[in-house]
Structure formats: structure tokens, C-alpha cells
């Protein structure tokens, strides 16, 4: 990273150039020599959403009355406001194939990234998925994704629809120019996580992510109702990114791309070292 231009204000004391700050950022987010430390990054988050949001209801399986109904739907909203708060600034957090495309079509994040973000989304809930099931004993089924016993696919699939457009819509609210509130954007993209949970687990589960729902559903060897979970958190998110437009105009800014692609900052100058 190139060193921060400066000049001398009439007080005497440096006025920093923020622009060469943004342009420097810009040119770190899109060296590629980065990209491995992103996605180390999105797939220790997303293990970690994983192994909250499936493990939770396979230990209260394994406890009875251990965990609470209501903690077990709270623990990944939180769990997402902890990971945004310590790895947001690498890759994003995006912990979700829907919202690395949301990104993209908001033209926040290179599409050519995309690939690689959900392959290690995946990836990484399916290795939460088996991490639990040796921790606990208990099938993958326990803490995957489903229909409720007396709610249809269609209907499942509606929800999850409805509860992404809801996140994505979040997400990207809080990542706009006009909008940008910082860390404090996990507080309220955590906190509509849990709120939908709360509501809305007993109908779908509230998944709002394809990859959460993977790594669990194939472990247990149930992905006969996996479409629902595909289709709908796809339709909401594609609808979150079209109501954006309507609201706010064009992504791309300065804030949005620094949101949706974190800012390494490399320029780490080690003692005796130039």
C-alpha cells in the first residue's frame, strides 16, 4: 500500500489525504495475491454460523431442555454479529451464496469472485455439519433445514423468500453510502436474523441461506426438499437487490464496495524493517 499523503493545515498539524486512503483500500481489495486470506475468511465465519445454527438444536437433542426453543433460533443472529465484527473488514462476511450475489448484482463485489466465495461457503457448512455429528451423536437431520410438519414446500419456500428479501434488504441498507453505519451494521443484520427466527423457524426453519442448509441437510442425507432452499433465498435476495435500485439508485460506491469486499489493509511495517 502506497504511504499516506499528507499536508500541513493552518493549525500546524498534518491534514491526512483520505482519498489516496480510499484509493489505497481500493487497490488492496483487488489484488488477488489477497483473495486466499478472504475466503480463509468467509469459511471460518461460515463453519462457525454452521456449527452454531445446526449444532445448537443437536445438542439440545442429545440434553433435552438444555437449550431453550427461543436460544436455539437467537444463537446464529448472534453468532453473525460476532463474525461481522471480527472478520467483516477481510472478506465482507457474506456467510451466504445469497448475499455474495446480491453483491454482485448490486455491482458492490467482482462477479468473478462470487464462484469461490460460495464454493467455500459450502464447503464450510458441510465440515461444521460433520463436526457436530461427531461432537454430539446425533444425525444431521436434527440440525438441517425443513418444511414444518404441517407446512408445505410451496409454502416453505415462500417464507424463506419473504425472510431473505427482509436480510439482503438489511445488508445492503446498511452498506449503502447514504447508510453506512459501520460495525454497527452487524447489531442490526444479527438482530433481524434472530427476529426472523423467532417467528418464522417453525414454518422453514428460517435458513435465508443455501449453504447453512446444505452442509446439514446432505450430512443427515435429506435434500429432498433442498430446492425450497435454494429457490427461495435466491428470489428474495434477487427482489431485495431490484427494491435497493428503486430506493437508493446505482450500488458501486465507495462504502458499498468497501462493505461488501472488507478493507485489507497490508501496509504492516515491521520493526526494522522499511
Same mark, same amino acid.
Given at each position: 500500500?502506497?504511504?499516506?499523503?499528507?499536508?500541513?493545515?493552518?493549525?500546524?498539524?498534518?491534514?491526512?489525504?483520505?482519498f489516496r486512503d480510499v484509493m489505497d483500500d481500493?487497490?488492496? !481489495?483487488?489484488?488477488?495475491?489477497?483473495?486466499?486470506?478472504?475466503?480463509?475468511?468467509?469459511?471460518i465465519g461460515t463453519f462457525f454460523l454452521v456449527?452454531?445454527?445446526?449444532?445448537?438444536?443437536?445438542?439440545?437433542?442429545?440434553? %433435552?431442555?438444555? $437449550?431453550?426453543?427461543?436460544?436455539?433460533?437467537?444463537?446464529?443472529?448472534?453468532?453473525?454479529?460476532?463474525?461481522?465484527? !471480527?472478520?467483516?473488514?477481510?472478506?465482507?462476511?457474506?456467510?451466504?451464496?445469497?448475499?455474495?450475489?446480491? !453483491?454482485?448484482?448490486?455491482?458492490?463485489?467482482?462477479?468473478?469472485?462470487?464462484?469461490?466465495?460460495?464454493?467455500?461457503?459450502?464447503?464450510?457448512?458441510?465440515?461444521?455439519?460433520?463436526?457436530?455429528?461427531?461432537?454430539?451423536?446425533?444425525?444431521?437431520?436434527?440440525?438441517?433445514?425443513?418444511?414444518?410438519?404441517?407446512?408445505? %414446500?410451496?409454502?416453505?419456500?415462500?417464507?424463506?423468500?419473504?425472510?431473505? !428479501?427482509?436480510?439482503?434488504?438489511?445488508?445492503?441498507?446498511?452498506?449503502?453510502?447514504?447508510?453506512? $453505519?459501520?460495525?454497527?451494521?452487524?447489531?442490526?443484520?444479527?438482530?433481524?436474523?434472530?427476529?426472523?427466527?423467532?417467528?418464522?423457524?417453525? *414454518?422453514?426453519?428460517?435458513?435465508?441461506?443455501?449453504?447453512?442448509?446444505?452442509?446439514?441437510?446432505?450430512?443427515?442425507?435429506?435434500?429432498?426438499?433442498?430446492?425450497?432452499?435454494?429457490?427461495?433465498?435466491?428470489?428474495?435476495?434477487?427482489?431485495?437487490?431490484?427494491?435497493?435500485? *428503486?430506493?437508493?439508485?446505482?450500488?458501486?460506491?465507495?462504502?458499498?464496495?468497501?462493505?461488501?469486499?472488507?478493507?485489507?489493509?497490508?501496509?504492516?511495517?515491521?520493526?526494522?524493517?522499511?
Open positions: 500500500m502506497a504511504d499516506t499523503a499528507s499536508t500541513i493545515g493552518p493549525d500546524g498539524n498534518p491534514v491526512i489525504d483520505h481500493v487497490d488492496d !481489495f483487488a489484488n488477488p495475491k489477497q483473495e486466499w486470506r478472504r475466503l480463509v475468511s468467509e469459511a456449527l452454531v445454527a445446526a449444532g445448537a438444536p443437536m445438542v439440545a437433542a442429545q440434553y %433435552p431442555g438444555s $437449550i431453550p426453543t427461543a436460544a436455539m433460533v437467537v444463537a446464529p443472529g448472534l453468532m453473525v454479529m460476532a463474525i461481522i465484527m !471480527f472478520m467483516g473488514k477481510v472478506s465482507g462476511a457474506h456467510l451466504n451464496p445469497g448475499v455474495s450475489i446480491a !453483491f454482485a448484482l448490486r455491482g458492490d463485489f467482482p462477479w468473478r469472485r462470487v464462484p469461490g466465495y460460495i464454493v467455500v461457503q459450502f464447503a464450510a457448512a458441510t465440515l461444521a455439519a460433520l463436526v457436530v455429528v461427531a461432537l454430539t451423536g446425533q444425525s444431521a437431520m436434527i440440525g438441517g433445514s425443513y418444511p414444518g410438519s404441517t407446512t408445505s %414446500p410451496l409454502i416453505a419456500c415462500v417464507t424463506e423468500a419473504i425472510l431473505t !428479501f427482509g436480510l439482503v434488504s438489511v445488508i445492503l441498507g446498511t452498506a449503502s453510502g447514504a447508510q453506512n $453505519i459501520g460495525i454497527i451494521a452487524a447489531i442490526g443484520v444479527g438482530g433481524y436474523i434472530a427476529l426472523a427466527g423467532l417467528w418464522a423457524a417453525p *414454518l422453514s426453519g428460517a435458513s435465508m441461506n443455501s449453504a447453512r442448509t446444505f452442509g446439514p441437510n446432505l450430512v443427515g442425507g435429506d435434500l429432498s426438499t433442498y430446492w425450497v432452499y435454494v429457490v427461495g433465498p435466491l428470489a428474495g435476495a434477487v427482489l431485495a437487490v431490484g427494491v435497493a435500485y *428503486l430506493l437508493r439508485g446505482r450500488g458501486g460506491g465507495v462504502s458499498g464496495s468497501r462493505a461488501a469486499q472488507g478493507v485489507l489493509d497490508t501496509d504492516v511495517r515491521r520493526p526494522g524493517k522499511p
